[in-house]
């Protein structure tokens, strides 16, 4: 009855582990993929009037014309090369377009290790084969690491930076390493770039798209603009590439939601600075508060910081912390590695220094 592409989608291996958190009363919850801030209220407002004013229709397919100028706008800003430019339906549908659009059964596509858990799943329901880089132990992209990945059947290398979940940012050296490879192969690069507004430690986040000409740059409005439930993104990059999502999306998605295009255009030119300079303050707390105890990198951006666990067993950890009322979520949902674990710091000054305490008495 169910097709055969789905037999290659293995349920998760950490069930169990999610089984347990369920049965979690009042948890101390550092497990969340999202901001903990809300939609910034002239945004909602915003939204809330494109509702009011019956703006509750279909959009084109390709994105309404006012958000697509000034998401081209905010990416030439950035200095980001691209031809063509699609909202989605968040960074979630561009990457399903992507992979649809992209890729041919027995297609390699290459993933640093760890890395954000779609990716694989994707490319596995589309009959390709994805690749892992390993990035450890301090998730820095190497040319020869990469060099080893990549081989004639390569379609192209993903990127994530911030990193979902290792709070890594790439240098740019590290970024011109997989720029040179991947033009010396004429490879395309899918630079998901959802976290790039999450970034403590410099001005702004340097991203592929920047050097390299056949990038396809994912952004959204998830992230830095907490609007995860409005399910909104953009897609830039070559234009044959562009156009033929475009098609796929009329014939899946049809278009995107309505008014949360029309609260997008205004939430590009709406500071999230102040937020963001509550995460770094998290981000250090976080840090400084796990540095004696666990082998920890600093995250330089996202909201994610990812130690290795003492003992090396990321599950088994994640079921003491469990059994200590703490929720966090082992390195394997995003890992070939059962090492590390990932610990969200997108919650509340009191809920981490909580979690701090848990983690250095289990620790
Ligand atoms: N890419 C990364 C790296 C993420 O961490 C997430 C969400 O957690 C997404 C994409 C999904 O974003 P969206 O809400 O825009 O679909």
Not at 93 to 114: F, H
Not at 144 to 168: Q, Y
């Amino acid at each position: 009855m169910i097709s055969d592409r789905l037999r290659r989608i293995k349920p998760s291996g950490v069930r169990r582990i999610f089984d347990l958190a369920r049965q979690m009363k009042d948890p101390i919850n550092l497990s969340i993929g999202e901001p903990d801030f809300d939609i910034p209220g002239p945004l909602k407002e915003e939204g809330i009037e494109w509702i009011r004013r019956g703006f509750n229709k279909y959009t084109p397919t390709q994105g309404i014309p006012e958000l697509r100028e000034k998401i081209a706008h905010h990416l030439k800003k950035k200095g980001v090369q691209f031809d063509e430019v699609m909202v989605t339906a968040g960074v979630t549908g561009g990457l399903l377009l992507a992979s649809l659009a992209l890729i041919n059964p027995g297609d390699e596509v290459v993933i640093p290790d760890p890395y954000f858990v779609m990716y694989e799943y994707q490319v596995l329901l589309m009959g390709g084969v994805p690749v892992f880089v390993d990035t450890y132990p301090d998730f820095r992209l190497r040319e020869e690491a990469l060099a080893g990945a990549l081989s004639k059947r390569t379609k192209f290398i993903v990127i994530n930076s911030p990193n979902n979940p290792t709070g890594a940012v790439y240098p740019e050296e590290d970024l011109a390493g997989v720029a040179r490879m991947a033009r010396e192969r004429d490879l395309l690069v899918l630079s998901d770039d959802i976290y790039d507004n999450f970034v403590f430690d410099q001005p702004s986040c340097p991203c592929l798209g920047q050097i390299y000409e056949r990038t396809i740059t994912f952004g959204g409005f998830s992230k830095g603009w907490a609007m995860t439930g409005w399910r909104l993104g953009y897609v830039a990059g070559p234009r044959e590439i562009i156009q033929q999502m475009i098609t796929l999306q009329q014939y899946t998605f049809s278009s995107v939601s309505s008014f949360a295009q029309k609260a997008a255009v205004k939430a590009l030119d709406f500071n999230v600075d102040h937020y963001i300079d509550g995460y770094k303050r998290k981000r250090d707390l976080i840090y400084e508060g796990l540095k004696e105890k666990y082998r920890v990198q600093k995250p330089g951006g996202a909201f994610y910081i990812f130690p290795e666990v003492p003992g090396g067993n990321g599950e088994a950890f994640v079921e003491k912390a469990i059994e200590q009322n703490l929720f966090i979520i082992p390195g394997t949902v995003f890992s070939k590695k059962n090492t590390h674990v990932r610990i969200s710091f997108a919650a509340t000054e009191e809920r981490l220094l909580r979690g701090i305490e848990v983690l250095n008495r289990i620790g």
